[in-house]
Nanobody, 123 residues
Framework: VQLVESGGGLVQAGGSLRLSCTTS????????MGWFRQAPGKEREFVSV????????EYGDSVKGRFTISRDNAKNMVYLQMSSLKPEDTAVYYC?????????????????WGQGTQVTVSS
């Protein structure tokens, strides 16, 4: 099983980034996919989740209206479009997969995790 995040980097406040998560080794369409983030000295925080077929999405309060999650089951990939970025969005972003039809905002519910990609937003 592999989950590999990409697309992170350094961006100015107000800018945009699109994160991608490339997966392999499991039946992607059977997994709800989530994005979490962790800033230095802070706990891992829920960002967004998308259901197996992409019909349901949820967002953390701090990113609602600015971030959009999507998935492509034909490519086994999940994306996070981030806009209007703020310095407080700076963190390592992780994608994760949970074999369930029920979406979850809780990190411990997830079965698989990527290694993360750094996003840094400068003021």
């Amino acid at each position: 099983v592999q989950l590999v995040e990409s697309g992170g980097g350094l961006v100015q406040a107000g800018g945009s980034l699109r994160l991608s998560c490339t997966t392999s080794g499991f039946t992607f369409s059977a997994y709800g996919m989530g994005w979490f983030r962790q800033a230095p000295g802070k706990e891992r925080e829920f960002v967004s989740v998308i259901s197996r077929l992409g019909l349901n999405t949820e967002y953390g309060d701090s990113v609602k209206g600015r971030f959009t999650i999507s998935r492509d089951n034909a490519k086994n990939m999940v994306y996070l479009q981030m806009s209007s970025l703020k310095p407080e969005d700076t963190a390592v972003y992780y994608c994760a997969g949970r074999r369930s039809k029920v979406v979850s905002k809780t990190a411990v519910d997830y079965d698989y995790w990527g290694q993360g990609t750094q996003v840094t937003v400068s003021s």
